[in-house]
């Protein structure tokens, strides 16, 4: 873990606690499930940009829309089976109303916002949080790692789409808020929720 990465992770996660006035991590984080999250963010995302861009190659971005709507739950699921935590992606602007984040989630989006829209454009690592919540059933650990919005996600996500991509929006997310976005802004977040333990 880099001394940037965590001082930028320790920092979100005090300020959240605060913020929610929730029970914080009380010291560096236990670095074994940070790291199965990372790997897992990265899993998900890296499968996630190969099925699109071979989408985008093969038929368009109109192909990368039903990508997003079949694959991307099909292997957030199975990497959710394999590991043992709950992996997805959320976003404060949703696409898929599935994917809509819970009051943490949406303040650390809104913190990932903020950094980013203050970060320099050669800021190169996404914002990421740590989170761990203590009740009487055990401590859930969550992990969130930025969705930065890149060149290519604008065909799909940007203030001016192809028609034909209008089409396929609106009839596969009827209630889409996921336009309008520019390179560098928060398009989303990937989670990693680790269920309570003892």
Sequence with gaps: MTATRTARSARILFSLCALLALPAYGGEPDVAWVERSRALADQLMSELKAELGQAMQQGGPVAAVAVCKSRAPQIAARLSASAGADVGRTAIRLRNPANA??????????????????????????????????????????????????????????????????????????????????????????????????
């Design 101 to 198: 984040p819970d009051d943490l989630e949406r303040a650390i989006m809104q913190g990932f916002a903020a950094e980013l829209s203050s970060a320099s454009p050669a800021a190169t690592a996404p914002p990421e949080a740590i989170f761990e919540s203590r009740s009487a059933q055990g401590t859930e650990r969550r992990y969130l790692r930025a969705i930065v919005t890149q060149p290519v996600c604008l065909a799909c996500h940007g203030a001016t789409l192809a028609p034909e991509i209008v089409t396929a929006i609106a009839r596969d997310y009827p209630q889409d808020a996921a336009t309008g976005f520019e390179t560098g802004q928060l398009r989303g977040a990937v989670t990693v929720r680790w269920p309570a333990n003892r």
